[in-house]
């Protein structure tokens, strides 16, 4: 049984229509279902985000990447994104919010998350954001009509836990969020080889196009030779805690 803290509760009795439901609630967090999935919201930036199993939770380390790379991209002109396995399109959401000349495309294989991105771009006002089902590891990619290379920037929180350690995450992780979004097959760098072929595809991006990927909390130097491969530079930005979390790559 999940212990709650005195900040949990407050959090759940804000979001209980009536004592009853605050009950409710706190039934179903002692179970161990995330708060954010119970509360419905998470905060992202300045965003306030919808969330809902299975999509995978926006993360504080995500959220830290996302505004550095505002920061350096919010005063160039007009440009292109396109975001690979969107999730609850937390990333480019926010990209675009803060910069008002960046339009994006985003893509997911899961057509419930693509369905949240599109309804959390509504609920943020945001209108230079589409997120559409697609899967970025096929060959075809990218098939839909409304994709349309190339592209400016390149982001990604790509599924990237190694199987064995996926089999030891907390049980709030493996019973609610989508293994598709957390495995990235047995090594966890499946999905970097697959960005990888794409950044080195005719016409896929832009000439002084950037690319800015997570990666899990041990493999920035194997991305990092991943993307070099592509004939990429690459620099690595650690998180909050020091963890280097985010590889940034251009020609």
């Not at 709650?4 to 979001?15: P, T």
Request: aromatic letters at 8%; one cysteine or more.
């Amino acid at each position: 049984m999940t212990l709650l803290s005195l900040l949990e509760k407050k959090w759940l009795r804000q979001a209980a229509s009536s004592p009853a439901h605050f009950q409710s609630l706190l039934r179903r967090r002692r179970k161990g279902e995330p708060l954010q999935y119970i509360i419905g919201t998470q905060p992202f930036g300045p965003l306030n985000l919808r969330v809902r199993p299975p999509i995978l939770i926006p993360r504080p380390e995500t959220e830290h990447w996302a505004i550095q790379l505002a920061d350096r991209i919010q005063n160039r002109p007009r440009r292109t994104l396109l975001d690979l396995g969107t999730g609850s399109g937390c990333i480019s959401l926010l990209l675009t919010h803060l910069c008002p000349a960046l339009s994006a495309h985003a893509v997911d294989v899961n057509p419930a998350a693509v369905e949240l991105a599109n309804e959390n771009a509504l609920l943020c006002s945001i209108d230079r954001f589409q997120a559409f089902q697609a899967d970025f590891l096929h060959q075809d990619f990218p098939s839909h009509p409304s994709l349309s290379p190339p592209y400016d920037i390149l982001v990604s929180n790509p599924p990237y836990i190694p199987l064995a350690e996926y089999l030891t995450l907390s049980d709030d992780v493996k019973k609610y969020e989508d293994p598709r979004a957390l495995l990235g097959g047995n090594s966890g760098l499946d999905f970097y080889h697959a960005i990888a072929r794409l950044a080195v595809r005719e016409r896929f991006l832009s000439p002084d196009a950037i690319i800015a990927l997570e990666v899990g909390h041990n493999q920035a130097d194997a991305v990092s030779a991943i993307l070099q491969s592509a004939k990429l530079r690459t620099d690595v930005w650690p998180d909050p805690w020091g963890i280097p979390r985010t590889i940034f790559a251009y020609r």
